[in-house]
């Protein structure tokens, strides 16, 4: 199963984000820790690229910054 990995800096915090194959889409998660929980609800989209920009944008937002990656 391919598997793709997005590194990102929002509001001075890096994520890891990890997107997988699911079905005949993409589906992008923060990648989990051994040990440690996440509760971040996944984001999907048609390409790696595209799934990985929705949860980046939604972690922009949620980090109050303006920009979104479709933007810059």
């Known amino acids: 199963m391919p598997v793709h990995h997005f590194d990102e800096t929002i509001g001075g915090r890096d994520f890891h984000i990890e997107v997988t194959p699911v079905s005949n889409r993409w589906r992008a998660q923060l990648r989990r820790r051994p040990g440690l ?3 971040m609800m996944p ?3 048609q390409t790696p690229d ?3 920009h929705q ?3 939604w972690l922009m937002l949620a980090y ?3 920009q979104t990656v ?3």
Do not use: C, I, V
């Open 64 to 66: 109050g910054q303006s």
């Open 43 to 45: 984001f999907y989209g």
């Open 37 to 39: 929980p996440t509760a």
């Open 50 to 52: 595209e799934a990985a």
């Open 55 to 57: 949860l980046t944008n």
């Open 70 to 72: 479709a933007e810059k």
